[in-house]
């Protein structure tokens, strides 16, 4: 039996303008990098899930929070770096 661990991203989006329109109506599940070792030698990625509130654009998971923007340039410009995907 094969273990499968890699997530299918092909029905996940990265049209950022979109998603910070919708994550201020709903939180949005999503996808981000980070970096699992200090060194930055070894990428993985988590499911996170979108926060919103005026001026504070935000995406975390079980405590963690991986993006914190006070504005909509700033958060996708994060996005971008982290290679955030998410479901539309």
Not at 2 to 28: G, H, K, P, W
Not at 35 to 55: C, E, K, M, W
Not at 78 to 84: A, P, S
């Amino acid at each position: 039996m094969t273990t499968i661990r890699a997530v299918d991203e092909s029905n996940f989006s990265n049209d950022y303008a979109y998603f910070v329109e919708q994550m201020q109506v709903r939180s949005l599940i999503c996808l981000i990098d980070f970096n699992q070792l200090r060194d930055g030698s070894l990428i993985a990625r988590d499911v996170a899930h979108t926060l919103y509130a005026p001026n504070n654009y935000q995406v975390s998971a079980r405590g963690i929070g991986y993006i914190w923007a006070e504005t909509e340039a700033e958060f996708i410009d994060c996005c971008e770096r982290y290679n955030v995907k998410f479901v539309p």
